[in-house]
């Protein structure tokens, strides 16, 4: 993260929504080169609550927004990621990974099929060094960095009543897929999709009608403002990755337990980058992989705690981890020996140098609640 207090740190860049955040009260950090709301007056485990319960809206303008263009742009970005986009109707979307030869994950991605382009989000952390790599595959140009909009996600079980008042077509739109349609007279592309467990929708918006479309939304008696620092708890108890955390270069799709990301027609040795790889690690298990992890008590174990066995031998580490306000006490994600990765098996989480009982389990923590 930039800190705001080093002179020689580069300006932070501010979403189209940042005067709404400071009115709402919103307490600002910086996050991937942003100034982003960790979270509002209510507070982290409010918003969270809200969010399972109703609908809270979420500024994620900081992520990267790309069309990609040419008569070969599937076959093109395929060349790049494991998943199957031919297999894609129009409107129709994938969670994908950039990988790299040794089949480590580069980044993780959303990538939808438009009548002329592919339409992706990318992490704001990577967003420069995903836009050079696609333009040093595809050409420059072929790849359309879209500056001019912002992004809203819209979670929650009521956010299908909220955005329906405002263009009935939301409610009828599927589960992973997307369409251009008018809120409130401004024209967006809407996607059913989301990273919190939860159903809802993700919004891209002209950056200039952005705060309008915002307001809008948050008149709405269900709609409350949530903060990065909810939508972190809210991912973790689902047990999706965070990349730069549960993802990275050196970890495999395999070993994060994404093995359904690799579509079954792009199995073939070279089909793309570390794709060897990744198959033998199919074929054989990998020698580690992603858990959840249930401490005993109320410790929390953060990222880069060490994982260890019975007899006190590390055996991994902890990812991703803290206070799960829906399943009501600590969540820890890791990676352990594969060994030690069977649910229910004993290990211990060294959190300010003791050592507190846990035990794996599946996930996700909470159930998920996608549109089915």
Same mark, same amino acid.
């Given at each position: 993260?930039?800190?705001?207090?080093?002179?020689?740190?580069? =300006?932070?860049?501010?979403?189209?929504?940042?005067?709404?955040?400071?009115?709402?009260?919103?307490?600002?950090?910086?996050?991937?080169?942003? #100034?982003?709301?960790?979270?509002?007056?209510?507070?982290?485990?409010?918003?969270?609550?809200?969010?399972?319960?109703?609908?809270?809206?979420? #500024?994620?303008?900081?992520?990267?927004?790309?069309?990609?263009?040419?008569?070969?742009?599937?076959?093109?970005?395929?060349?790049?990621?494991?998943?199957?986009?031919? %297999?894609?109707?129009?409107?129709?979307?994938?969670?994908?990974?950039?990988?790299? #030869?040794?089949? !480590?994950?580069?980044?993780?991605?959303?990538?939808?099929?438009? $009548? #002329?382009? &592919?339409?992706?989000?990318?992490?704001?952390?990577?967003?420069?060094?995903?836009?050079?790599?696609?333009?040093?595959?595809?050409?420059?140009?072929?790849? $359309?960095?879209?500056?001019?909009?912002?992004?809203?996600?819209?979670?929650?079980?009521?956010?299908?009543?909220?955005?329906?008042?405002?263009? =009935?077509?939301?409610?009828?739109?599927?589960?992973?897929?997307?369409?251009?349609?008018?809120?409130?007279?401004?024209?967006?592309?809407?996607?059913?999709?989301?990273?919190?467990?939860?159903?809802?929708? $993700?919004?891209?918006?002209?950056?200039?009608? *952005?705060?309008?479309?915002?307001?809008?939304?948050?008149?709405?008696?269900?709609? $409350?403002?949530?903060?990065? +620092?909810?939508?972190?708890?809210?991912?973790?108890?689902?047990?999706?990755?965070?990349?730069?955390?549960?993802?990275?270069?050196?970890?495999? =799709?395999?070993?994060?337990?994404?093995?359904?990301?690799?579509?079954?027609?792009?199995?073939?040795? !070279?089909?793309?980058? +570390?794709?060897?790889?990744?198959?033998?690690?199919?074929?054989?298990?990998?020698?580690?992989?992603?858990?959840? &992890?249930?401490?005993?008590?109320?410790?929390?174990?953060?990222? +880069?705690?060490?994982?260890?066995?019975?007899? +006190?031998?590390?055996? %991994?580490?902890?990812?991703?981890?803290?206070?799960?306000?829906?399943?009501? %006490?600590?969540?820890?994600?890791?990676?352990?020996?594969?060994?030690?990765?069977?649910?229910?098996?004993?290990?211990?989480?060294?959190?300010?140098?003791?050592?507190?009982?846990?035990?794996?389990?599946?996930?996700?923590?909470?159930?998920?609640?996608? *549109?089915?």
């Amino acid at each position: 993260m930039t800190n705001p207090n080093d002179e020689t740190a580069q =300006p932070l860049h501010q979403t189209p929504l940042d005067a709404l955040h400071r009115e709402l009260g919103a307490r600002m950090v910086p996050f991937a080169g942003y #100034d982003m709301p960790v979270q509002y007056p209510a507070g982290i485990i409010v918003e969270h609550k809200h969010t399972r319960a109703q609908a809270g809206l979420f #500024d994620v303008s900081h992520m990267g927004q790309v069309k990609l263009h040419g008569d070969n742009r599937i076959a093109a970005l395929e060349a790049l990621v494991p998943g199957d986009l031919e %297999g894609l109707s129009l409107g129709g979307m994938r969670y994908s990974l950039f990988t790299n #030869d040794v089949g !480590g994950v580069l980044d993780d991605l959303m990538i939808t099929v438009c $009548e #002329d382009h &592919l339409f992706l989000v990318v992490n704001a952390g990577c967003k420069d060094a995903d836009i050079a790599h696609l333009k040093a595959h595809l050409g420059d140009d072929a790849v $359309e960095v879209l500056e001019d909009r912002a992004l809203i996600a819209l979670q929650g079980p009521a956010a299908v009543a909220a955005l329906s008042r405002l263009a =009935p077509a939301a409610a009828d739109l599927a589960f992973m897929s997307a369409a251009q349609m008018d809120l409130d007279n401004i024209s967006c592309f809407v996607s059913r999709s989301g990273y919190t467990g939860e159903d809802g929708y $993700e919004i891209s918006v002209p950056a200039d009608q *952005a705060e309008a479309l915002a307001r809008t939304l948050l008149a709405m008696e269900e709609v $409350e403002p949530v903060g990065l +620092g909810a939508r972190d708890s809210l991912r973790l108890e689902a047990g999706l990755c965070l990349y730069g955390h549960d993802l990275d270069p050196a970890t495999t =799709p395999i070993e994060a337990g994404l093995t359904w990301t690799i579509g079954k027609r792009r199995r073939m040795p !070279g089909a793309f980058p +570390g794709a060897d790889i990744i198959l033998a690690q199919i074929e054989n298990k990998p020698t580690r992989k992603r858990i959840g &992890l249930v401490p005993e008590g109320r410790a929390m174990a953060r990222e +880069g705690a060490d994982i260890v066995d019975s007899d +006190g031998a590390v055996v %991994g580490t902890v990812t991703s981890g803290g206070f799960g306000p829906s399943f009501g %006490g600590a969540v820890v994600m890791g990676y352990v020996k594969i060994a030690y990765a069977g649910v229910d098996t004993k290990l211990g989480l060294v959190v300010r140098g003791k050592t507190v009982p846990a035990t794996v389990v599946k996930m996700p923590f909470v159930a998920k609640n996608f *549109a089915k």
